[in-house]
């Protein structure tokens, strides 16, 4: 018999300055048994960072073809993906190839893995029409210490300014930086 996922509950009070997106609402990620906390925690900053209207949850890694967040249109089209932690580039090149128009994301904490998906993206050509993909490399110091926050029920005040996170958790402040890597600029 599978396990059950471990339901997280996020209270999130969101500003993203640049964005102009203000948010105040709970937000609830299934995490799998076998996804760590610092997955879970990177799929949690990736809403924050990219959050949209109907961007949800995929369903996660017992579905690795789909996307750890994605948005989709009124006429239910895919227009953003996003990946979370380690992917590969042949994978981001088929949802492009197979998606017209989709914007693709990629959010890790990971300095050489992300400096490698866009070497490796350079190296695969773009599909016609398809957009760049951007990879967003977080502060890794940021997301360990918000993956070792193991309580199931959590509150947050982030604020996105530029390149950098700010967030309260339940009291306590953590900030660190954030990269785009954006496979034009190699």
């Not at 339940?170 to 954006?182: E, F, I, N, P, Y």
Request: aromatic fraction near 4%; hydrophobic fraction near 45%; charge should be negative.
């Amino acid at each position: 018999m599978a396990l059950p996922a471990t339901r997280l509950e996020y209270r999130v009070e969101l500003s993203n300055v640049d964005r102009g997106v203000e948010r105040q609402e709970g937000v609830i990620v299934a995490r799998h048994p076998s996804e760590t906390h610092a997955h879970a925690t990177l799929r949690m900053l990736a809403w924050c960072l990219l959050s949209e209207e109907r961007l949800a949850f995929g369903p996660g890694l017992s579905s690795p073809d789909s996307a750890d967040l994605w948005a989709h249109d009124l006429q239910n089209t895919l227009v953003t993906w996003i990946e979370c932690g380690h992917t590969t580039a042949d994978k981001l090149r088929g949802v492009q190839r197979h998606n017209p128009g989709v914007a693709v994301h990629v959010v890790t904490d990971d300095h050489r893995e992300a400096e490698a998906l866009v070497g490796a993206l350079a190296a695969i050509k773009l599909p016609r029409g398809a957009r760049p993909i951007t990879v967003w490399l977080l502060d890794a110091p940021l997301v360990a210490a918000l993956a070792a926050r193991d309580d199931r029920r959590q509150r947050w005040r982030v604020t996105v300014v530029g390149d950098h996170l700010y967030i309260e958790a339940d009291g306590a402040s953590l900030d660190g930086a954030v990269t785009r890597l954006d496979e034009r600029a190699t």
